[in-house]
T-cell receptor, first 116, second 115 residues
Framework: GAVVSQHPSWVICKSGTSVKIECRSLDFQATTMFWYRQFPKQSLMLMATSNEGSKATYEQGVEKDKFLINHASLTLSTLTVTSAHPEDSSFYICSARGPAGGEKLFFGSGTQLSVL | AQKITQTQPGMFVQEKEAVTLDCTYD???????LFWYKQPSSGEMIFLIYQGSYDEQNATEGRYSLNFQKARKSANLVISASQLGDSAMYFC????????????FGTGTRLTIIP
């Protein structure tokens, strides 16, 4: 089936640095990808919708200048956490709708970000 | 606005028994889709089953079935003949049928299968 690849699976960084997370759709084109955030033992919260060739749509309360999203191609969306702080430590996971429409949303394997 | 409620934070079930995970929802949309995802400790989200609001029959996928009761706004997941590998977090989710593709998730149920 369709696969979404997310990289890296985990990252540790110092406070104040920026971290880039990649989300790739393998063998299919994804004009729209979604970025979620999950705190420990909590549910997934949508952060933003990434649209190929246009600006991302951010959910209320999500700082667009802090969480930069770029969807430059039909198979790649990136989330950059700028000037990361310990409170940004979380599990970030992306998803994309499968090829040829369909109801499934395929998820990446997630990225565990720890900011020291 | 859409809301998903999962009232069981955790469940323990004996191996080979069937288990029902509860999910109720609230929405003003006429057409919508309901999903169940499994999240093992590795973190990935694994799609299990989908039910459209206008589907007349309950969805089934192997050992998974969705008990859809539209009038009660419930979409419970039934896992038959549970296995040790079923131990994971399970999330119920929904989204409008058309246009907006955003998924709204419930808080999840941690299922533990006991050997």
């Amino acid at each position: 089936g369709a696969v979404v690849s997310q990289h890296p699976s985990w990252v540790i960084c110092k406070s104040g640095t920026s971290v880039k997370i990649e989300c790739r759709s393998l063998d299919f084109q994804a004009t729209t990808m979604f970025w979620y955030r999950q705190f420990p033992k909590q549910s997934l919260m949508l952060m933003a919708t990434s649209n190929e060739g246009s600006k991302a749509t951010y959910e209320q309360g999500v700082e667009k200048d802090k969480f930069l999203i770029n969807h430059a191609s039909l198979t790649l969306s990136t989330l950059t956490v700028t000037s990361a702080h310990p409170e940004d430590s979380s599990f970030y996971i992306c998803s994309a709708r499968g090829p040829a429409g369909g109801e499934k949303l395929f998820f990446g394997s997630g990225t565990q970000l720890s900011v020291l | 606005a859409q809301k998903i409620t999962q009232t069981q934070p955790g469940m323990f079930v004996q191996e080979k028994e069937a288990v029902t995970l509860d999910c109720t929802y609230d929405t003003s949309d006429q057409s919508y889709g309901l999903f169940w995802y499994k999240q093992p400790s590795s973190g990935e989200m694994i799609f299990l089953i989908y039910q459209g609001s206008y589907d007349e029959q309950n969805a089934t996928e192997g050992r998974y079935s969705l008990n859809f009761q539209k009038a009660r706004k419930s979409a419970n997941l039934v896992i038959s003949a549970s296995q040790l590998g079923d131990s994971a977090m399970y999330f119920c989710a929904m989204r409008p049928q058309f246009g907006n593709e955003k998924l709204t998730f419930g808080t999840g149920t941690r299922l533990t299968i006991i050997p």
